[in-house]
């Protein structure tokens, strides 16, 4: 395909047409633990599937082409995804990542470093001095999500980069909550960018996967070799969905932003409510920043009940078009309280400091119809008013 040829259309044609022996338009998933040697000594592309897989690649290819990276590599999960990034670190490393950083990382992060394998500072990097401060002496990597779970903090790239650059650290970035049709941060200077691929880039809620990109042909190299070494390869079938995803990525994420922009109105000027958190309003901290970063302000938002859990749990209880759970990023509408769920992993001293009170509710909006969408949210607020 011709390289002026748009993201978008990138996406929508992932690996059409590469069928060479029959000509189907969708390629077939490659269900197949290994393939054979062409004759003595005359290996092919592929031997193992833990090593390499041909519907496996052509996820890879599509996810470092949108990225902006020299490649990707497919694991299992996000959390897959995120052991491979710490493979890079070493006893004495140092990473300094997000205070309210996604809860597997924040479990992972501090279960590695209590076992000594590297050490964790956690700061609010919206707040550049205390990153700088925990950097003082020295740091490898700067772990980095924007927007943040579930504030939608948003983190300036351009500034990380720079205090990365001062002690030669390695900047990743998960950005799993815009996915790289609202935000590429190798443009930012980005040497990793990690995705739960779980979530927006599949987008329908059946499949658990994650990838790691690399801005370098090295960090690629390096990705491929722990993938196959430790065994995080994501599985064939898995890619194949998650391809299938991925073609309707810039699609859905029109509608995502457009519900969620709809719905941070309705809930801000509901009296039930005292602080909605999304990038896209003039009234969010970060919404400068995300203008500049971001090519779009997502589906996600989160916002502050004044009845605390009493009105949180009257809010849930009254919705019927969000589902109560986890994960985010699927066609259909999600809410969960992240204090009980998400968060309930971060211990309560660290939760407050985070900012995520017991009156807080997170929206995944969908893409149903809007005024479908406004109506029960209206329903929830008003129990939840009540309940207060
Ligand atoms: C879900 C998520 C992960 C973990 O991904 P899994 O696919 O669940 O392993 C990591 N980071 C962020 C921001 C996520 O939302």
Redesign the pocket.
Known sequence: MAKTTSKQTQAVRAAVESDLQFGAVIPPVYLTSNFTFAGFDEPRRYDYTRTGNPTRDALADVLAELEGGRGATVTA??????SLACQLLNPGDLVVGPRD??G??YRLFNRLAKRGLFRVILVDQTDLDEVAGAMRDGAKMVWV?SPT?PLLRIVDLERMRVLADQHRALMVV?N??LSPALQRPIEFGADLV?H????YLNGHSDV???AVIAATDALHQEMQEWANALGFSGSPFDSFMTLRGVRTLYARMTQHEKNATTLAEIISEHGATHRVFYPGRADHAGHALAARQQSGYGGMLSFELRGGVAAARAFLETVELFSLAE???GVESLACHPATMTHATFDADDRRLAGIEDGLVRLSAGIEATEDLVRDVLHGLDAAARAA
């Open positions: 999960s996000g959390m897959g995804a995120i950083c996604y597997g990382t999500e779970n998960d799993t909550f990690i739960s691929t779980t979530k658990v996967g994650g994960s985010l990023g």
